[in-house]
């Protein structure tokens, strides 16, 4: 994500330190990493001999938040209806629970759509045909597609707008296009049976999304009525299973490693099921970190969330630029001996370089004391 830039770079060794980065820690010590760019820039790996974490109160308006969406209630008929939980100029997030047919199509005139199902199963049917969903899947909608959910249970969607900008792939550097996912993993929707039996002249409303307000256009017939398509671009869906992360047994490899999607400002990432470092001097656990350029923001999906205590499937934690984090206090004492082989956890991480705006709907269903799940709680004890 890097520009080429004339960075300024000594290259030191200062002190008691180890020479590669995430592992052979000098003894007692806990890594943070001061770094530029995401984890593409230049960086510093510093040893310290207290926990980074380890303050006794946290105060101000730096704050780590922590929100369980899957508590909101209400479902909405229209994606355009669904809560607004944060956004920035190139990034908006809503999270949708939807249990019956939407009754009119949808349009983003605003930038690209990502749905990422949390919860349920059903039928997607779309400018370029029909395709079944089901949880785990991530869903792109191209700026400008008519679609429509028909869930056949409950649906609970993370919904992921590239405002004013496109999706693509990342560039897979050394391991080549074809790892992580293979792009002939992608599908795409099929003009079917399903698809034209759907067809007719029904009237129709098209509910299209521009600059946040809804414009609605009506039709005396189903607009999804092409016969046919052709071109480069698609709605295309995966699934979080067939994601095959990248590792090493010997080191603890970024965040930036996982990215699934990119957009101009900000990158999707999928943390997949994974054996734990074997190297006993590699780290097991993420690294302290400040995230210096960007807004990380992380929803959890399924399984048992290694580096957090309390946190669930359905939540969604923030953790703004400058705001110093890392595991939790339990995770930290498996730094080096994780108690299990692998991690077992789905989630899916957006980093974003502009800050965020939260917006009050999701304020109901705030963890409030998030910022002190950090907390040293010696000086209490
Ligand atoms: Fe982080």
């Not at 760019?37 to 207290?50: C, I, S």
């Not at 991530?138 to 609970?156: A, F, Q």
């Not at 994601?243 to 930036?256: F, K, T």
Request: a negative charge.
């Amino acid at each position: 994500m890097a520009d080429r830039k004339n960075w300024i770079m000594p290259r030191r060794v200062e002190g008691e330190a180890s020479r590669q980065a995430h592992a052979d820690l000098p003894k007692g010590t806990y890594e943070r990493e001061i770094s530029k760019e995401g984890f593409f820039g230049p960086a510093a790996f510093l040893h310290h001999t207290h926990p980074p974490t380890g303050w006794t109160s946290f105060e101000g308006p730096l704050r780590p938040r922590a929100f369980n969406l899957s508590k909101l209630d209400h479902g909405h008929h229209s994606p355009w209806s669904a809560p607004r939980i944060l956004s920035n100029k190139h990034m908006e997030m809503r999270f949708w629970k939807l249990a019956e047919a939407m009754p009119a199509l949808s349009r983003n005139a605003d930038g690209d759509q990502l749905l990422f199902i949390h919860r349920g199963e059903g039928a997607l049917y779309c400018d370029y045909g029909h395709l079944d969903y089901e949880q785990g899947d991530y869903i792109v909608l191209p700026r400008g597609t008519m679609w429509r959910l028909d869930p056949s249970t409950e649906n609970e969607v993370l919904m992921i707008e590239a405002t004013n900008s496109h999706y693509t792939l990342p560039d897979k550097g050394l391991v080549g296009p074809h790892a992580i996912f293979d792009p002939a993993m992608l599908d795409a929707p099929k003009i079917d049976d399903v698809f034209r039996a759907q067809q007719g002249e029904t009237e129709t409303r098209v509910e299209i999304k521009k600059r946040g307000a809804v414009s609605v256009a009506t039709f005396p017939f189903n607009p999804l009525d092409v016969i046919g398509w052709h071109g480069e671009l698609s709605v295309v869906r995966i699934n979080v299973r067939h994601i095959r992360p990248l590792m090493s047994h010997r080191y603890h490899v970024p965040p930036s490693a996982h990215t699934t999607f990119i957009s101009d400002r900000f990158v999707v990432c999928t943390f997949a099921p994974r054996p734990f470092e074997t190297d006993p001097g590699a780290l097991k656990v993420p690294f302290f970190h400040n995230n210096d350029d960007y807004e990380e923001i992380l929803f959890y999906h399924a399984g048992d969330f290694f580096s957090r205590d309390n946190i669930e499937a359905g939540m969604m934690t923030v953790h703004p630029s400058g705001f110093t984090h890392g595991p939790h206090p339990k995770a930290l004492k498996g730094m080096f001996t994780p108690k299990k082989e692998a991690t077992d956890e789905y989630a899916v991480m957006v980093d974003t370089r502009d800050p965020i705006d939260f917006h009050e709907e999701a304020r109901p269903v705030e963890w409030e004391g998030y910022v002190n799940s950090w907390q040293n709680r010696s000086a209490e004890d």
